[in-house]
């Protein structure tokens, strides 16, 4: 099992910045990507950024050239940068996390309880 922690969300006007977190522990080495989804009222949960099991990054249209995914792995945390915000990245923001086990090859899913981030106009 992995457990996954996020935080550093908030509350921001239009154009700042915030950093979010994400602490994952437990069966970490079993971890083949991870980032960060989000979810804004009455939408679908959609991914925002992420690290592919080959250590790319991948970002949502909507977010390239203002977010950054970054991870230290020697804390097995992966953050996210948020600059330029716009009223519209108003979520909660979900870290997840896919594993494969080794034994089985059955993959998992894992979020985090999320952390809401508000961007005021």
């Known amino acids: 099992q992995v457990q996954l922690v996020e935080s550093g969300g908030g509350w921001v006007q239009a154009g700042g910045s915030l950093r979010i977190s994400c602490a994952a522990s437990g069966r970490t080495f079993s971890i083949n990507t991870m980032g960060w989804y989000r979810q804004a009222p009455g939408m679908q949960r959609a991914l925002v950024a992420a690290?592919?099991?080959?250590?790319?990054?991948n970002y949502a249209d909507s977010v390239k050239g203002r977010f950054t995914i970054s991870s230290d792995n020697a804390k097995n945390t992966v953050y996210l940068q948020m600059d330029s915000l716009k009223p519209e990245d108003t979520a909660v923001y979900y870290c997840?996390?896919?594993?494969?086990?080794?034994?089985?090859?059955?993959?998992?899913?894992?979020w985090g309880q999320g952390t809401q981030v508000t961007v005021s106009s």
């Open positions: 690290f592919s099991s080959s250590g790319s990054s």
């Open positions: 997840h996390a896919k594993t494969t086990s080794l034994i089985t090859g059955l993959i998992y899913d894992y």
